[in-house]
């Protein structure tokens, strides 16, 4: 039976404030390398586009010199797998729920939603974060980074999820936290729902979006404007 809506949802910082541990796995890698360390909020400003640009976006953030040191691609293969690694085996030591996301997930499914998870984090990652913080069975399907031949911003990624779902792109909508999400979802023809304080470098303002947040509470007056009777 077709939904009779669709609800698309980013992960690290939308659902899970993933980031103390992706701080964790990224230091581990980091000193292993020799490159400097970096603090919680900063690795909040990197997260969105996989292991590879993560720890890419860090050394060229932290010195080009010493990003341009790294030239042998077999390093950085190996840095960007030491970190996925890692983290797989630290995935959930302090990573916590968003305010307010269980109960939204429940109100969902009481409405007949269709709920799926659009991540640029690894799909087996994914999975065993949604399964080991208890929420992975409210959602009928979840595509990471590495399940299609594309992701995010690719609209590609949004749209190929709600046609596997049987959804409609016209009954859809993406709830995310940075200009990945908002920028795949505007080209995929949908609306958006931003959190704040999001995994991104910009502001607020600089992202497109048709709703802002800072957490799930109440979000139920949101989303009921769009479900049609």
Request: hydrophobic share 35%.
């Amino acid at each position: 039976m077709t939904q009779n809506y669709t609800i698309l949802f980013d992960l690290d910082g939308t659902l899970v404030d993933t980031a103390p541990d992706l701080m964790g796995a990224h230091n581990y890698v980091m000193k292993k390398y020799g490159f400097p360390t970096k603090s919680t909020e900063e690795i909040r400003k990197l997260v969105g586009q996989g292991a590879g640009a993560l720890i890419g976006r860090s050394i060229w953030g932290q010195a080009k010199k010493e990003y341009h040191s790294v030239t042998d691609q077999k390093i950085k293969d190996k840095m960007s797998k030491d970190f996925v690694e890692y983290y797989g085996r630290n995935i959930i030591n302090q990573s916590t729920l968003i305010n307010g996301v269980k109960e939204f997930l429940k109100w969902c499914k009481v409405k007949n939603i269709s709920m799926a998870v659009c991540t640029n984090k690894q799909e087996r990652l994914a999975i065993d974060l949604l399964k080991k913080i208890g929420i992975y069975d409210y959602f009928e399907y979840v595509a990471g980074s590495d399940t299609f031949d594309y992701c995010k911003p690719d609209p590609r990624h949004i749209t190929n999820i709600i046609e596997i779902l049987g959804g409609d792109i016209k009954n859809s909508l993406m709830i995310g936290d940075s200009e990945t999400d908002a920028n795949a979802a505007k080209a995929a023809s949908i609306p958006v729902i931003l959190l704040e304080n999001g995994y991104t470098e910009k502001n607020t303002n600089e992202i497109y979006h048709n709703h802002l947040i800072k957490d799930f509470i109440g979000v139920e007056k949101i989303v009921s404007t769009y479900l049609k009777d």
